[in-house]
């Protein structure tokens, strides 16, 4: 079993920044593959980025290419989704999962086995 719990949601000016962090305990594989979707009222869960255990392999929603950057710090078993230039459409409820099908799947939920509950992003026009 894998635990994942999110921090580093909020309320932002847009053109702001937020560091989204993930913390995952249990057993964690090296292969492993971690994300980020994002789900705002009324629409439909959405790939945001990825990241395989070792770092190596990063992937992006190819709308967020530039803004948003994902990274790991596999000491502390914790990933990070960096937001920079950030809008109003960015605002939604934003997860952290993890799954050994994401390592070659990382953009549909399905290939990930574990959810974290969620961090409220909201940005202010």
């Known amino acids: 079993q894998v635990q994942l719990v999110e921090s580093g949601g909020g309320l932002v000016q847009a053109g702001g920044s937020l560091r989204l962090s993930c913390a995952a305990s249990?057993?964690?594989?090296?292969?492993?593959?971690m994300g980020w979707f994002r789900q705002a009222p009324g629409k439909e869960r959405e790939f945001v980025a990825a990241?395989?255990?070792?770092?190596?392999?990063?992937n992006y929603a190819d709308s967020l290419k530039g803004r948003f950057t994902i990274s790991r710090d596999s000491a502390k078993n914790t990933v990070y989704l960096q937001m920079n230039s950030l809008k109003p459409e960015d605002t939604a409820v934003y997860y952290c999962?993890?799954?050994?099908?994401?390592?070659?799947?990382?953009?549909?939920?399905?290939?990930?086995?574990?959810w974290g509950q969620g961090t409220q992003v909201t940005v202010s026009s």
């Open positions: 999962a993890a799954g050994t099908a994401a390592y070659y799947r990382p953009f549909v939920t399905s290939a990930y086995d574990y």
């Open positions: 249990g057993r964690i594989f090296s292969s492993y593959a």
């Open positions: 990241i395989t255990w070792s770092g190596r392999n990063t």
